[in-house]
């Protein structure tokens, strides 16, 4: 427990953005100046340059995941739907329930509809409404949560695809690979929580389960019902409803949960997938150093004062949690791949600095990026400032071990 914790390389390239973010500022400029029909088009612009091919007649039919989103745009409304799953032979009682939790929440802008045993997602709304960023955010909560809980749904209750996702997937020795760094990742992730627990280390035991949950993320990406539960770990991690004693034990089970996966249903999970609105946000300088403020002046100070181990859990965290909510350039994510990669496994002491050295990169490079594109501070919703949130709220009420 003395040194740092093992890296491991992503298992393949990371995915790259595809936006084109000159394009939102004109979307935005478009809907201030009246253009309602235009600002459809060059949202999906945004998205990717591709979907503009995705076009017939007035609807758009876009793929993401095991799901097509439609988009049909009259002269005076846009209306989107995306089938969901089919329910004829599903548990019904229990997922009826389920969906109807899912209308309450999460879902805000979104509604589900059920027509002759078909689950949708729909929602429609007058042009002179369709305001780039509740579009956007329309469009991101149909992939997101269409592409989380249909594999649940399977799961759990008997419901079916209505169509095959279109997959590529990996050679079956880089699967073997993974399989086996993910169970490596959970050991040293229990282990570790198992010595923090005992020592009442509750700072770091937290960040262990922080960075082991995203660390697995980071590795191999898992698609299915596989990523349906390292979600809901995560999830369940930064639950402020839980006291924290309960979200270690909460977290504990999940590692264990995670562990027990079958090996076979592992590998079904493991492939590359077509989206159309990614789950993760694009990564901009200026947003991951106001996220990272508070964490980088109190890895300095942890610095200063020698707690090494402490330093180093806490900029692990704000690593993986970069790579897990963002799409990461080549150029921001670089820095701190290289710094992970040379901290690996080094004494706390020799790891801490190598890993600052990586935050410095981006904190203090006076290089800015183009300052259009979207301002994520209106669209992230919860998840990164909660996730900061939580972390500097634990370092201040366990401010020693």
């Not at 478009?30 to 949202?43: D, R, W």
């Not at 898992?222 to 006291?243: C, M, T, V, W």
């Not at 504990?252 to 949960?257: M, T």
């Not at 180093?312 to 990669?341: K, R, W």
């Amino acid at each position: 427990m003395h040194k740092n914790i093992t890296y491991f390389t992503p298992i393949a390239p990371k995915q790259a953005s595809t936006r084109q973010e000159e394009k939102w500022d004109a979307a935005v400029a478009l809907f201030k100046n009246k253009a309602f029909a235009q600002v459809l088009p060059t949202l999906l612009d945004y998205l990717g340059p591709q979907f503009q091919s995705k076009k017939k007649g007035d609807t758009y039919e876009i793929a993401h995941g095991s799901v097509v989103v439609s988009l049909t745009q009259t002269d005076t409304e846009l209306h989107i739907s995306c089938p969901f799953v089919n329910i004829a032979q599903a548990k019904k009682v229990p997922l009826m329930r389920r969906l109807a939790e899912l209308r309450m929440y999460p879902l805000n802008l979104t509604n589900l509809v059920l027509e002759n045993d078909l689950v949708y997602f729909s929602f429609s709304c007058p042009l002179n409404l369709c305001e780039p960023y509740k579009i956007y955010g329309v469009l991101r909560e149909i992939c997101f949560y269409a592409d989380s809980y249909d594999d649940e749904f399977i799961e759990k209750f008997g419901a079916t695809h209505l169509q095959e996702p279109n997959i590529t997937a990996f050679a079956n020795d880089l699967k073997e690979t993974a399989y086996a760094n993910y169970q490596s990742i959970l050991e040293q992730g229990l282990s570790r929580l198992a010595h923090y627990m005992e020592k009442r280390h509750i700072n770091n035991a937290w960040y262990t389960l922080n960075i082991s949950l995203k660390q697995i993320e980071f590795h191999i990406e898992p698609q299915g019902y596989l990523r349906s539960l390292l979600e809901k770990a995560i999830d369940g991690i930064f639950d402020r409803n839980l006291a924290i004693q309960d979200r270690l034990l909460h977290g504990k089970a999940s590692l264990e949960k995670l562990k027990a996966y079958d090996k076979d249903n592992f590998y079904k999970d493991l492939y590359q997938i077509e989206t159309f609105v990614p789950h993760k946000y694009s990564g901009k300088k200026e947003n991951i150093r106001e996220n990272w403020e508070d964490s980088y002046a109190e890895a300095q100070d942890m610095l200063a004062n020698s707690r090494f181990e402490d330093a180093c859990h806490l900029m692990q965290s704000c690593f993986y949690g970069l790579f897990y909510y963002n799409l990461v350039g080549e150029d921001l994510a670089q820095p701190i791949t290289d710094a992970l990669a040379q901290a690996s496994g080094l004494d706390w002491n020799q790891a801490a600095p190598i890993l600052l050295k990586g935050m410095e990169a981006l904190m203090e490079d006076q290089i800015l990026e183009n300052d259009f594109g979207m301002d994520l501070s209106k669209i992230m919703g919860a998840q990164m400032e909660q996730s900061m949130a939580a972390m500097q709220q634990i370092m201040a009420n366990f401010k020693t071990n």
